[in-house]
């Protein structure tokens, strides 16, 4: 089993749908979680930490279900620009995991 | 967060022949990464640059092969020896330990064709 698994999509929605990612971990020690965007051919940007609580940043909203460990990344309002890849990432002590990453393409 | 500078950007190498990456960091750092990242896949972790002792490297990557410098808290290298054509690839240094608001930045990467 993977340590991190994503479904890599891709996703292709049409512009102002509302989109979902998920994401399960195995490490049940693993402290911090974040969502990643990375553009094609380009490096990986953190888009936003995710919290136990739960955490919104304008459009997008992430949740974390430890008891599941399972991480969610929602984007409401899809826009042309947030066609990207998003990489869940999963850090136990500064050893950050990656899951292969989910392709978006929002459409006019 | 943390501003990382690498370079080369791009190279294209004869095999046999060794490249070395370097990642300047902005800021003093605790942590830096060297990745992998193959066409469409998604990150691989080729080791931690520790600074002042030897990097603590992932299973499948060894210090002959990818020896890596890390004389202070904002300069890593990573260099790629006797490269072959299963080299090529995309790598990537990473810096950050500010905490869990401020995850990890990345270099602009390093697109190496061996050929």
């Known amino acids: 089993r993977k340590e991190v698994e994503q479904d890599p999509g891709p996703f292709n929605v049409p512009e102002g749908a509302t989109v979902a990612f998920n994401c399960t971990y195995s490490?049940?020690?693993?402290?911090?979680f974040f969502w990643y965007r990375q553009d094609c051919r380009k490096e990986p940007k953190l888009l936003m930490s995710?919290?136990?609580s739960g955490n919104e940043d304008g459009r997008f909203t992430a949740q974390l279900n430890r008891a599941s460990q399972y991480i969610s990344l929602l984007i409401r309002d899809s826009k042309l620009s947030d066609s990207a890849t998003y990489l869940c990432?999963?850090?136990?002590?500064?050893?950050?995991?990656f899951g292969a990453g989910t392709r978006l393409t929002v459409k006019p | 967060s943390a501003v990382i500078s690498q370079k080369p950007s791009r190279d294209i190498c004869q095999r046999g022949t060794s490249l070395t990456i370097q990642c300047q960091v902005d800021?003093?750092?605790?942590?830096m990464f060297w990745y992998r990242q193959q066409p469409g896949q998604s990150l691989t972790l080729i080791a931690t640059?520790?600074?002042?002792?030897?990097?603590?490297?992932e299973s499948g990557f060894v210090i002959d092969k990818f020896p890596i410098s890390r004389p202070n808290l904002t300069f890593s290298t990573l260099t790629v020896s006797n490269m072959s054509p299963e080299d090529s690839s995309i790598y990537l240094c990473?810096?950050?330990?500010?905490?869990?608001?401020?995850?990890?930045?990345f270099g602009s990467g390093t697109r190496l064709t061996v050929v």
């Open positions: 995710v919290y136990s």
């Open positions: 490490n049940s020690a693993s402290q911090s």
């Open positions: 990432v999963v850090d136990n002590n500064n050893d950050m995991r």
């Open positions: 990473s810096a950050g330990g500010g905490g869990s608001d401020y995850g990890y930045t």
């Open positions: 800021s003093q750092v605790t942590m």
């Open positions: 640059a520790n600074q002042g002792s030897e990097a603590t490297y």
